[in-house]
T-cell receptor, first 111, second 115 residues
Framework: QKEVEQDPGPLSVPEGAIVSLNCTYS??????FMWYRQYSRKGPELLMY????GNKEDGRFTAQVDKSSKYISLFIRDSQPSDSATYLC???????????FGAGTRLFVKA | ETGVTQSPTHLIKTRGQQVTLRCSSQ?????VSWYQQALGQGPQFIFQ???????GRGNFPPRFSGLQFPNYSSELNVNALELDDSALYLC??????????????FGPGTRLTVL
């Protein structure tokens, strides 16, 4: 079993839809949770970072962490064609240096 | 753009050969991490260098090695290439290794194909 599970999709939605992306994990030592966006032929770029449980909002993006369920989510409101990319969840242990990534979910937002 | 550059963009090698991939970090970033991203997968951590010393390694064999130089450049070397080494290799720089919450800035990657 992988430490981090993420549905690879693809996920196709119409412009303006609310998108929900999710990951589950097995290692209870993970404390730092991140979402990266990766466009084709580019490296990942950090979108959201959350420490421990709770919600964090940044513009159209909301990250949620539920440590009791070992489940994290990223919500994208009013999705745009420019949001079409692969979204990667990532996690780090407390005091750790190794970032563990999910497989990524490919998102297509249709105009 | 993140300010992290990688060269070459693409590379084709044959099984058994050796390869060196290069990365130029953001100025002032003392930490560089290398990742392997197979097609359709997330990046997998190879190792991390902090101030020219390796300070952490993932589940990769010793034929994967690295160097970090004082001028914020670094190298990933892979010996005895295997077909499964075909992937996108990413480097990421960050300020300090001691704080795992430091934002990592990724380069665009080097696409390695092993035939």
């Amino acid at each position: 079993q992988k430490e981090v599970e993420q549905d690879p999709g693809p996920l196709s939605v119409p412009e303006g839809a609310i998108v929900s992306l999710n990951c589950t994990y097995s290692n209870s030592a993970f404390q730092y949770f991140m979402w990266y966006r990766q466009y084709s032929r580019k490296g990942p770029e950090l979108l959201m970072y959350t420490y421990s449980s709770g919600n964090k909002e940044d513009g159209r993006f909301t990250a949620q962490v539920d440590k009791s369920s070992k489940y994290i989510s990223l919500f994208i409101r009013d999705s745009q064609p420019s949001d079409s990319a692969t979204y990667l969840c990532a996690m780090i242990n407390t005091g750790g240096f190794k970032t563990i990534f999910g497989a990524g979910t490919r998102l297509f937002v249709k105009a | 753009e993140t300010g992290v550059t990688q060269s070459p963009t693409h590379l084709i090698k044959t099984r058994g050969q050796q390869v060196t991939l290069r990365c130029s970090s953001q100025s002032g970033h003392n930490t560089v991490s290398w990742y392997q991203q197979a097609l359709g997968q997330g990046p997998q951590f190879i190792f991390q260098y902090y101030r020219e010393e390796e300070n952490g390694r993932g589940n990769f064999p010793p034929r994967f090695s690295g160097l970090q130089f004082p001028n914020y450049s670094s190298e990933l070397n892979v010996n005895a290439l295997e077909l499964d080494d075909s992937a996108l290799y990413l480097c990421a720089s960050s300020l300090e290794a001691s704080d795992s919450t430091d934002t990592q800035y990724f380069g665009p990657g080097t696409r390695l194909t092993v035939l």
